[in-house]
């Protein structure tokens, strides 16, 4: 996803907002699409995609309807896995 | 017969003699091969208490029904008792080394005795000879590899031992087509102790497969399902299990010197992405596998395989090392000399908390990238501060009083997951019958990676349910012989339709996890009769007493209690641990 984006970290100025909508706003930012790599067609998370807010996965609680505020950090990681 | 050749050869290094193994068709359907019916024979062949390294103990190299045919089928599975934790041991090695036996026509091979001087053995299409090793003797395992090869004419697949293994080092692996380990438990030494410096395997005879059309069908099938899923047809691709350093650390469970904190400060300099950056030439695969997860890689001076994600925490943030060179150079160490690179690394953290603690002056130091490649070579060789090191880290840190510090489970140092960042995990590495192991139930899956569901990892409830389940699917897939990989694209049906058309015998979902029970009880029941039992499973103290600070897994702690005692409900055992006599009957133990 790094090469898609084409770089490691994103400032995105933001506050109060759905996960989903800072992922449209990260996209924005980058200039380039990336949402693929995470979302399904119809928008919703890929299996495996994993969105932590703060560290906190939000598959454990509203998915991408999470709301995120200034200062936050989210980590964004395409599906993965190994050993 | 098909699927399976029908042939297990014996050969007894001390009395110079050879004999089939006899199987049943019975035993070929209750255990498959692999690790079921590698564990079975072990079982029948030798007391439990047999010494690892005696020359009456056996070891076993064994394919599966599925070896030889559809992707990833190239892989062996090694039994027999280890010499670093006293438990029944089964390791894995990808490769092609599996899909060579079998086309020499076996199945298995037992090596019992010792012989009275240093032999390999030459298996082909003919049978099985014992020749002379004393060339090779002392070599590393590229150096065996790649004259065993030119002898065979370059078309032998080889697995052998290197000077850890010659020197008996507990941890000592079996290493084959150049750079894949059967790592965990020791079994190079058990090898070394019977003077097998290798085995040298080829043959070209085809595996009969009892439906060709449902064969094809399903293989294209099997092969999309790979490409289409994104774990298998393009993270492992791409970056590698390395991919994982990243995802473990922000998860804040990626253990750094000797599992004290959770977070490493610089993850992103040793992770999958920094490896395709700057030591990555190109990717490898094992026999028919279209995964590619391999990474062949060089640093400035040297080149070879790897590191693979446990080999990157294990010298890296385990140890407070962030040059990456220097850690893949003491991979390729490992890999040379053939050391099982987690119990290397687990040892070596937990000698540096030693030193730091006034336990041990003389032992090593954090951080002290420029001397893992000579901490490595050192313990192959048992000299200078290696020959402490060579004891592995549970004898290590009681010898110097501080038992504590050691970070295993029945003696076999635990992986890289810190536990308080994953009650299941926590629940697997306690019961798993090698001892510390992440791959007997990979609960990391569903707890941190979302396969095949997501999973809260800080909560216990049907943990215990999910453990046995993942381990007696992962008995199945090691028994059938093919990549764990592929439990990420396709589950349990597609496994019992493989055999179907392979073998022609037709496994429910049922009857095939009923094997996958009975391999784990099998393998319970053995550690149960050499004196494991429910104090073993359990954890070092540290993860019941503290609790990380910063991270996103802080302020937690392993809250065993809570799935013991289901664990033990769910497999059919009493509050000790061992199976009650209704659980046996109905497995047929």
């Keep these: ?83 | 017969m098909n699927g399976w050749t029908g042939k297990i050869v014996k050969v007894d290094l001390g009395r110079g003699t050879q004999e089939d193994v006899p199987v049943s068709d019975a035993a070929r359907r209750r255990y498959l091969g692999g690790r079921g019916l590698g564990v079975r024979l072990y079982a029948d062949l030798c007391p439990v208490l047999t010494d690892p390294l005696a020359e009456e103990n056996a070891l076993l190299f064994m394919t599966g029904p599925l070896t030889g045919t559809l992707m990833t089928s190239g892989r062996t599975q090694v039994i027999s008792r280890s010499p670093l934790t006293g438990t029944i041991c089964d390791s894995s090695s990808g490769g092609s080394f599996g899909a060579a036996l079998k086309g020499a026509g076996i199945d298995g091979l037992v090596v019992q005795g010792r012989a009275p001087k240093p032999v390999y053995l030459r298996i082909h299409e003919g049978g099985v000879e014992v020749r002379d090793a004393a060339a090779f003797w002392g070599l590393d395992t590229q150096q065996t590899q790649k004259g065993l090869q030119e002898e065979a004419g370059g078309k032998a697949s080889v697995a052998c031992i290197g000077p850890a293994g010659e020197n008996r080092v507990p941890f000592a692996a079996i290493m084959n087509d150049k750079d894949r380990a059967a790592g965990r438990g020791g079994l190079g030494a058990v090898m070394g102790a019977k003077n097998l410096k290798a085995v040298a395997a080829s043959g070209s005879r085809p595996v009969d497969i009892a439906d060709p059309a449902g064969y094809k069908d399903l293989a294209s099938r099997v092969d999309r399902a790979v490409d289409k899923n994104p774990v298998t047809g393009k993270s492992l691709q791409v970056l590698g299990t390395s991919v994982l350093v990243n995802i473990i650390n922000a998860h804040g469970m990626y253990p750094t010197e000797n599992f004290r904190r959770g977070v490493f400060n610089d993850a992103e300099g040793t992770s999958g992405e920094k490896i395709a950056e700057t030591l990555l030439l190109r990717q490898s695969s094992c026999f028919k596998c279209p995964i590619g997860c391999g990474r062949t890689t060089r640093t400035k001076d040297k080149h070879g395989e790897g590191p693979e994600y446990e080999t990157v925490w294990a010298f890296g943030a385990n140890l407070g090392i962030s040059d990456l060179a220097a850690i893949a150079e003491a991979n390729y160490a490992c890999n040379e000399l053939g050391l099982d690179t987690i119990t290397m690394g687990g040892t070596l953290g937990c000698a540096m908390e030693l030193a730091e603690a006034g336990a041990w002056p003389g032992g090593p130091r954090w951080g002290e990238a420029g001397k893992l490649a000579d901490w490595v070579t050192e313990t192959a060789h048992r000299r200078g501060m290696g020959a402490e090191l060579a004891l592995g880290s549970k004898r290590l840190a009681a010898k110097y009083g501080r038992p504590e510090l050691a970070m295993q489970v029945k003696g076999m140092e635990i992986p890289a997951y810190d536990p308080r960042g994953a009650q299941g995990m926590a629940l697997s590495y306690a019961t798993s019958n090698r001892g510390g192991c992440h791959m007997r139930a990979y609960l990391v899956a569903p707890e941190v990676l979302g396969h095949p569901v997501f999973l809260d990892r800080f909560s216990t409830a049907g943990k215990a349910e999910l453990v046995a389940l993942f381990q007696d699917v992962s008995a199945v897939v090691d028994s059938a012989v093919l990549c764990r990989f592929l439990q990420f694209a396709v589950g349990i049906s597609t496994f019992a339709e493989m055999l179907r058309v392979v073998t022609g015998l037709d496994f429910g979902d049922e009857e095939l996890m009923s094997v996958g029970r009975r391999v784990y009880t099998l393998e319970r029941l053995f550690n149960n009769r050499a004196g494991f039992g429910r104090a073993d499973d359990t954890l070092p103290p540290r993860f019941f007493n503290e609790e990380f600070q910063t991270g996103s897994s802080r302020h937690r702690r392993v809250r065993l209690e809570e799935m013991l005692d289901d664990y033990y409900a769910v497999r059919g055992w009493d509050r000790d641990g061992r199976p009650r006599p209704h659980t046996l009957a109905e497995l047929g133990l």
Excluded: C, H, W
Aim: aromatic share 2%.
């Design chain 1, 1 to 83: 996803m790094r090469r898609r984006v084409g770089t490691t970290g994103l400032d995105v100025p933001a506050d109060d907002v759905t996960v989903l909508a800072l992922l449209r706003l990260a996209e924005e930012s980058a200039g380039r699409a990336f949402l693929d790599e995470l979302l399904d067609r119809e928008q919703g998370l890929l299996a495996g995609t994993i969105i932590l807010v703060n560290g906190d996965n939000v598959r454990g609680g509203d998915g991408l309807r999470t709301r995120v505020r200034a200062g936050d950090k989210v980590d964004l990681f395409s599906p993965a896995g190994g050993g």
